[in-house]
């Protein structure tokens, strides 16, 4: 009987002892299997949703379901998936295999050699699925079932390489002769499923309502059957058209929005014409030809003046006006020029606007500039040149049917961007009727400026004032929005030493009646033309220290309807939680409180003609899956990615708060392993930038790191990952680090359960400068990893950003680096920042990442912290991965920084034995073939 109860007993315990299994810890070779979603779409109707859940690396799966859960397909590979306007078919790319992707790298493929895309079409109603193979290229219309795909060009198959060689010469000489004359165009109507291919296509434009499709031919010179030339296809009537004729470059097709109008930019010159031009031709279908609205050097236009052929092509909403760019005829190239036998140099001068640096950055650009214009093609080819050398950036109203565009102009103000960061702004209104010009500003500012949906206002932020100012155009009147709202609508928390940022504009209600502006918290409603200010959010977010933010859910809409409920997402400024208020943008209630929870929640899309919303929600144990719902409170579940994560010891997060030396409050967050046990001392990391506790609810999928520190890898493998929060004093940039890590540290050290002795610091960029200032401060970390730091303020400060090409002066004036002076005003202040100076106080183990190709930090900053330090004979480390920039990009690079980084950390902090790379070293005469991964052997 005792026997029999013990069996019993011991049965009933298996289910605990099998939940006390102990997790595994997360190890790099995981990376791969944790997922995430991505390119989630819901139809109009609010029926259906798809969505793809992508692996780190390797094949994504297409999911399309309804919003009720129903799984309706799942496509191996899908990407870029759209619903059609009438919410019938869902239309996507299907992408190569991702190992046959990888087996054609190795052998070192063409391009048109590469696996192809295929696309896929399926029908909601049937399930049937259609596919086509080789796509280059898409267009489904934005209001009609039509869809429209680029076939790629064939490419030369392998068995070829057998065959005569002549025949292999004909065959390629095709194939060169059929890059320049296009490939396959097919347009289908996926209702009736009627199918038309056009052949030597080499760009097209599908119209907005679907009713046609132009195209640009360019035929093979011996052929009988196929004409050059500009095509529309009338889809209706099946009737193909040839609006213009002849060999040459077709570019910027454009329709109407109601598909009634085209224009289009060609150039029909010789094949060996030195400059060609292009000139710029419409159509309204009422005759057989496309007639020329504008050619090189017409008479409107300035000397040497044509349309450009990189402009884009835009109608006006009503289709009255026609948008394009025009520039000066290129300049033509010396044939003459024998390429060994000339100078090659660059020519930096004092009074040129942008450095050298710049100009070669945006070579490319500058090359293919091109200046607004607006042309009316039923008022006799009204022309009026809306930008120019002096007025060159431009931007539209949404609504473009406005009488008036934004321009504005630095010019004669560039040079002071070296040391400012940016530039003074005139602003002007330009006349797309008159080309008047009406200036809103009567001398340069700091501004930021915008223009209404509507047109109906030019809105801008000076920063000199720190408010919102409104310019009307109807009366020309400029008003102060902000003036006499009570609040603050600067950075309220700004601690460095330039002009404090708006917190910015969330979105303008219909007909520009109002606009909804940003303060710390809450969200105001202002009438842009009265400048009446009420607090939206009735000041509960100031009031609970909650920060209200909104953005329009419905894709495409450009403002809030007269009747819209708004979704307004929430922060927690105090415990972090995130959730959604809502109110209707007509009513003067308080915001109603839906959710607020310890969840990170994503912004909503919402179904076009349906309330069904589609979002991700996410914590530190949930990834981030897909919901749908009505109201946020039931939700449907779509997705359930990673289950593999309870196979392993994960990690938590809680906010801790300390007090600084100076009397600060400070605040953190504190990650710890799923098993953590109080009787027991963890090794800790700190990890830091500026201001990280926001992302308390953040999911952290392990994942191999670009440079930062891995959360879920250390926390999983037994680390304590600390994240202060730091703020700074101006001029004061490395104490103000000490200030913060160090007493957020000591503060932590208090607990049993943090073994002091073994703490490690780990930073990247303004985090790594940061690391390397604190080893010079004191001895009480263990080991330190330092990314792409600056060390030496003096030598970086007159350096290149490389990435842009702008200098890095403004950082250490007005941004970052917070010096708050030149170098030549506050020398002491540069070398007491600087860590080089104070070297020889490192007592920690350090490794720095400093990379070749590093375009924001001077790499060679890497370089004098190393070869510093080695001269005093301290234990440093530099890795300099070949070609990179200043955060891992290449894959292979990270998952090899991520193993170094543990193995680093492991040692100094859990004394584990040392791999090869940091007892020895690697040689070069090894480099690649030697890692030094594997464990050192003494």
């Known amino acids: ?283 309204d279908f009422s005759s057989d030809s496309a007639r020329l609205l504008l050619a090189p050097s017409a008479s409107v236009l300035k000397a040497g003046w044509s349309p450009s052929g990189f402009g884009k092509v835009l109608f006006s909403d009503n289709g009255e006006k026609l948008f394009f760019g025009t520039a000066p005829d290129p300049i033509p190239q010396d044939t003459t020029l024998v390429d060994f036998e000339h100078a090659k140099l660059d020519i930096w001068n004092y009074k040129d606007d942008y450095l050298q640096p710049m100009q070669l950055k ?215 939680q995130w959730g959604y208020y809502k109110k209707n943008i007509a009513s003067m209630k308080a915001p109603q409180r839906v959710v607020l929870a310890p969840i990170g929640y994503s912004a909503l899309m919402q179904a076009k003609h349906a309330d069904v919303l589609v979002y991700t929600k996410s914590n530190v144990r949930l990834s981030a899956d897909l919901y749908t719902s009505r109201d946020l409170l039931k939700e449907t579940k779509l997705s359930s990615i990673n289950a593999q994560q309870k196979d392993y010891n994960w990690f938590t997060a809680e906010l801790v708060h300390w007090t600084t030396p100076k009397g600060y409050p400070a605040t953190g967050v504190l990650y710890k392993p799923e098993n953590f046990d109080p009787t027991k001392k963890y090794p800790m990391v700190a990890y830091f930038y500026e201001k990280l506790s926001d992302g308390l609810y953040k999911y952290t999928a392990p994942a191999p790191t670009p440079s930062r520190l891995d959360i879920a890898l250390f926390a999983s493998n037994g680390y304590l990952v600390f994240t202060p929060d730091i703020s700074y004093t101006i001029g004061e940039p490395g104490p103000s680090a000490v200030e913060f890590v160090n007493s957020g540290v000591e503060s932590l050290k208090k607990n049993a359960w943090v073994d002091g002795t073994h703490i490690g610091l780990q930073g990247q960029s303004w985090g790594g400068y940061q690391v390397a200032y604190l080893i010079t401060q004191t001895n009480i970390y263990a080991a330190a990893w330092a990314g792409a730091p600056v060390v030496n303020m003096t030598s ?37 920042n600087s860590p080089l100076f104070s070297l020889p106080k490192v007592q920690t183990p350090v490794v720095i990442m400093s990379n070749d190709a590093d375009g924001a930090v001077p790499w060679y900053q890497g370089i004098e912290m190393f070869t510093d330090l080695r001269r005093l004979n301290k234990p440093v480390w530099l890795l300099q991965y070949n070609g990179e920039a200043h955060n891992l990009v290449k894959r292979e690079n990270r998952k090899d920084i991520s193993i170094r980084e543990l193995q680093f950390f492991d040692h100094y902090l859990k004394g584990a034995p040392a791999p090869v790379w940091l007892e020895k070293g690697v040689p070069a005469v090894e480099k690649g073939r030697n890692w030094g991964l594997e464990v050192s052997k003494q």
Request: hydrophobic letters at 35%; glycine letters at 4%; charged letters at 25%.
């Open 1 to 283: 009987m005792h026997k029999y109860l013990f069996l019993l007993a011991s049965l009933a315990s298996l289910p605990a002892l099998a939940q006390q299994t102990p997790k595994k810890p997360l190890d790099h070779s995981v990376y791969d299997q944790w997922q995430s979603i991505a390119r989630q779409r819901i139809s109009d109707n609010g029926k259906y949703v798809l969505f793809q859940v992508k692996p780190q690396q390797g094949d994504a799966t297409l999911y399309l379901k309804t919003t009720g859960n129903q799984s309706l397909r799942q496509i191996s590979r899908g990407d870029s998936a759209l619903f059609t306007a009438d919410s019938k078919f869902a239309v996507f790319t299907i992408k190569p295999r991702y190992q046959d992707v990888r087996q054609a790298r190795i052998k070192k493929k063409k391009p048109d050699q590469m696996p192809q895309d295929s696309i896929g079409i399926y029908t909601l109603a049937t399930g049937k699925l259609t596919k086509y193979a080789n796509v280059k290229s898409f267009q489904l219309a934005e209001e009609a079932p039509v869809l429209a795909f680029l076939a790629m060009k064939p490419a030369i198959k392998d068995s070829l390489k057998k065959a005569p060689v002549d025949t292999v010469k004909k065959i390629t000489d095709r194939l060169l002769e059929t890059k320049k004359e296009g490939a396959p165009l097919t347009v289908i109507s996926l209702v009736t499923g009627k199918l038309r291919t056009f052949e030597a296509v080499t760009d097209y434009q599908l119209s907005k309502t679907g009713n046609r499709v132009a195209f640009a031919v360019a035929a093979p010179k011996d052929s009988k059957a196929l004409k050059s030339g500009l095509f529309v296809y009338n889809l209706a009537t099946s009737s193909l058209r040839q609006l213009s004729g002849g060999r040459g470059v077709y570019k910027n097709l454009a329709f109407d929005d109601a598909g009634q109008q085209l224009a289009f930019t060609a150039e029909k010159h010789p094949e060996k014409a030195l400059v060609k031009p292009f000139s710029l031709y419409y159509s």
């Open 362 to 576: 945006t070579l490319k650009k500058d090359l293919q500039r091109n200046y607004l214009a607006v042309i009316y093609p039923k008022r006799a080819n009204k022309f009026i040149q809306l930008e120019d050398e002096y007025l060159r950036d431009s931007y539209m109203a949404e609504l473009n049917n406005a009488e008036y565009v934004l321009a504005v102009t630095d010019t004669a103000k560039r040079v002071a961007m070296q040391w400012e960061g940016n530039t003074l702004k005139q602003a002007y209104l330009v006349s797309t009727r008159t080309g008047e010009r009406l200036a809103i500003n009567p001398k340069a500012a700091k501004s930021r400026f915008q223009i209404s949906p509507s047109g109906k206002y030019a809105i801008w932020y000076d920063y000199t004032s720190k408010n919102w100012f409104s310019f009307t155009t109807a009366t020309h009147k400029t008003t102060n929005l902000t003036a006499k709202a009570g609040v603050v609508f600067a950075d309220e928390e700004n601690d460095s030493p330039d002009d404090p940022q708006p917190y910015g504009i969330a979105a303008w209600t219909k007909d520009d009646a109002a606009v909804l502006v940003y303060d710390r918290y809450d969200i105001w409603k202002i009438n842009p033309q009265t400048g009446t200010a009420t607090n939206f959010t009735n000041a509960v977010g100031r009031q609970h220290k909650l920060r209200f933010r909104y953005s329009i859910p419905v894709e495409k809409q450009k403002f809030i309807e007269p009747k819209d409920e708004l979704w307004l997402l929430v922060q927690d400024d105090s415990t972090k």
């Open 796 to 832: 970086a400060y007159g350096g290149i950003r490389w990435e842009s090409g702008q200098s890095r002066q403004f950082q250490y004036e007005r941004t970052q680096s917070r010096i708050g002076g030149t170098l030549w005003e506050k020398p002491e202040v540069y070398i007491r």
